[in-house]
């Protein structure tokens, strides 16, 4: 799939570490999935990748301080819940605001940009791309 310009959707390390051994471009990656780890975030800026799928901003304050560390702009695309019951089984819901995925643009978001505006060492490092 590499050798016919594919991109890829990674969830972990293991996984960017496999599409980069078998030829993916890594601005091709968009790293996706919930709890990724300071090591995880690290590697993913350092090769270059498309963007980070943003799960909560918790994650978001996790991805600017390692790409602060390294003196990288991290982008990113925010996942957002849309608070919308898609009328799907329970197990397989993730667009409720109970569900774990995706941030609330409503609330969670503009509460982190007004408090990182605030500040008067207005440091520029995200890149955002909300698709």
Known sequence: MARL???????SQGELERVLAAGGEPSKVVFSGVAKSHSEIQR??????????????AEL??????????GKIAPISLRVNPDVDAHTHPYISTGLKENKFGVSVTNEVNKYWEKRYEKK?????YCVKVR
């Open 5 to 11: 310009g594919s991109g890829f959707d990674i969830v």
């Open 44 to 57: 993913a800026l350092e090769v270059g990748i498309r963007c980070f799928n943003i799960e909560s901003i």
């Open 61 to 70: 304050h996790r991805i600017n301080e390692v790409a602060g560390q390294l």
């Open 121 to 125: 060492h207005r440091r520029k490092t």
